[in-house]
């Protein structure tokens, strides 16, 4: 790993010094090392500091003493270890169970309903009783035609019921799994290099990266290596790194790779910033980027900067001071940026330092090497590569819904026009990559992109993205694919766009669909019409930003009745984004 930093340098643009850091936060521009941590944050005593967690045959469990008030999900892994489940071999037997027979039971109920997600494995219980929502890891959402294609095999052969979606992290979800087929699909997966493990409740989610890396012209650094170490080490090579499964919660990363940010590193709990200091590359790191239906902060400065080679050291060290430290009572109030409030930044930094290699950790550097001023690119539509002659082809995926055939012609389609390779993104959308030149316009009238995945959408269609909704997730409260796609529609033949406007739909606060960062955002909730009665609505949100000037966005109005929502978007398009209503356009013409 030592070789990192040279096999990059030459892709790195040369830097923008600055001494602002990315988001509008000061940092120190002190280059010397931190040989011994600062004091602790006020209030954080001895006692406070103590790790919360032990060692015990190999896993990690909280001590008896800090068990007083914690979460029924802490209850549950400490009666059960959910990570047996994959690493003894427990899912062999949990599968040969019917499932009336796991409901009768306490504790393998808890196994299908809680423990089960620490392999991937989402039971629908409200909505598809007996069928599960199977999460992967796709570091930097790099997959193969193979990969896609087993994939397509899977839910093809659970009917209506088997579908799948592009996540808002770059990921693959595929529905309609069954239990008896759990332990052939695991094999399946590790057959074409896939893994679903540790990919849900009190983990380290899918890393994300640029979903360009490797053949954007303007790129700084190509992110597919630290993604994929990042997602090697969290899963201990795909055999299960329970080090870090007994986390106080879920837990997102990112590296960035342009000045684009299309990672959005200000929702992660610990995003790498790409940074020169004293001429070595490596990153500026941000920290406690979260959303919750009770709390949605942006990540801060941790006012620290590590080398290429300490991308491993710097997580593990982070991770084990949440693992540690963290709280495990009200689950609202659980996530990294909690303990760093009660810590302070400089006393989390400071545990972290505790936990890093030769407790050393240098302070940020000034020189960060994203570009404060630049325009983010569409990458929707053909552009051309860094390797001449080749271009890449952004194509749209409607809410990031896909069938089983729709899988199979798009690895065919990477097959035979370009490398094999499919990239996902965090819009839900898919890029073609390394595509000849001499051949885009043949791929461009493959009827796939002609008639259902369309490589230039329509402005307002383009942005669009949703959460699963309450089709299959019983947390949601309203539907939401289908609903967003209807809108937009509706919406679209009532007004003229000059440009486009990001719409995110969730169904409920959890906020999968991220509607905090978009320009238009609607939350799912439960409100009354003009007659008083009970009906599905909306929390509208306005005013959401990604890139460097990147903040969240605020509710507009609230408890909208869905059915009001078009004219209500309309008039929001007009007011604040330069629309103009079609029959005014017309009669100008």
């Not at 080679?309 to 963290?326: F, N, Q, S, T």
């Not at 590569?385 to 012609?409: T, Y």
């Not at 390394?434 to 269609?461: A, D, G, Q, Y």
């Amino acid at each position: 790993m030592s070789s990192m930093s040279i096999r990059f340098l030459s892709s790195i643009l040369p830097c923008q010094k600055s001494s602002a850091s990315l988001f509008r936060t000061k940092v120190s521009a002190d280059t010397t090392p931190t040989a011994a941590p600062p004091p602790p944050g006020v209030g954080a005593d001895v006692v406070r500091l103590e790790p919360r967690l032990e060692e015990r045959d190999g896993y990690w469990v909280l001590k008896e003493k800090f068990r007083q008030g914690i979460n029924p999900q802490e209850k549950v892994k400490i009666e059960k270890e959910p990570m047996k489940l994959f690493m003894e071999n427990g899912i062999e037997e949990l599968a040969k169970m019917s499932m009336e027979d796991i409901d009768r039971a306490k504790l393998t109920k808890d196994d299908i309903d809680v423990r089960l997600k620490w392999l991937g494995l989402f039971h629908r219980r409200k909505h598809q009783y007996g069928r599960f929502m199977m999460r992967l890891k796709l570091p930097n959402g790099v997959t193969t035609s193979a990969q896609t294609r087993y994939l397509a095999s899977v839910i093809r052969k659970y009917g209506k019921d088997g579908c799948a979606d592009v996540t808002t992290r770059q990921n693959w979800q595929i529905r309609g799994v069954v239990l008896p087929d759990v332990p052939e699909i695991l094999k399946g997966l590790a057959e074409v290099g896939l893994t679903s493990l540790q990919s849900g409740m009190d983990n380290v989610r899918n890393p994300v990266g640029k979903p360009l890396a490797g053949i954007d012209p303007d790129e700084i650094v190509d992110t597919r290596p630290y993604t994929n170490l990042l997602s090697q080490f969290i899963t201990g090579n795909f055999r299960g790194n329970p080090t870090i499964t007994n986390l106080p919660r879920k837990w997102n990363a990112c590296v960035i790779g342009s000045h684009d940010l299309y990672e959005h590193p200000h929702i992660n709990d610990l995003a790498y910033i790409p940074a020169m200091k004293n001429g070595q590359f490596g990153f500026n790191l941000l920290v406690g980027g979260f959303f919750s239906p009770k709390r949605c902060e942006e990540a801060i400065p941790l006012d620290a900067w590590v080398s290429a080679d300490d991308v491993i050291p710097v997580c593990k060290a982070i991770l084990e001071a949440y693992r540690d430290l963290g709280t495990r009572g009200n689950r609202q109030k659980t996530r990294m940026m909690w303990l760093i409030d009660e810590l302070g930044i400089e006393g989390f930094r400071s545990e972290v330092v505790k936990r890093m290699p030769h407790q050393i950790l240098e302070r940020a550097s000034p020189e960060d090497l994203v570009h404060k001023q630049w325009e983010r690119r569409d990458y929707l539509g053909v552009h051309p590569q860094k390797q001449e002659g080749f271009s890449f082809v952004g194509v749209h995926i409607p809410v990031g819904r896909v069938q089983a055939d729709d899988m199979d012609e798009l690895a065919r389609l990477a097959d035979e026009y370009g490398s094999g390779e499919l990239r996902l993104t965090v819009e839900q959308n898919i890029v073609i990559p390394n595509v000849e030149n001499s051949r885009i316009e043949t791929l461009l009238n493959e009827p796939l992109l002609k008639n259902r995945f369309s490589p230039s959408p329509p402005l307002l269609m383009k942005g669009l993205v949703a959460c699963t909704g309450n089709q299959f997730c019983g947390q949601a409260i309203i539907e939401t694919k289908a609903r967003a796609l209807k809108v937009t529609e509706e919406v679209e033949r009532l007004v003229s766009m000059t440009r486009p406007v990001r719409m995110h739909w969730t169904g409920c606060p959890n906020t999968c669909g991220q509607v905090q960062v978009a320009d238009i955002g609607f939350m799912g909730c439960m409100t009354r019409d003009e007659n008083g009665k009970i009906c599905e609505g909306v929390d509208v949100f306005l005013g959401g930003r990604i890139g460097s000037d990147s903040h969240l966005g605020d509710v507009y109005k609230k408890g909208v009745p869905c059915k009001d929502v078009v004219p209500l978007v309309v008039d929001m398009l007009v007011k604040h984004f330069g629309a103009v209503l079609r029959g005014r356009e017309e009669a100008e013409d």
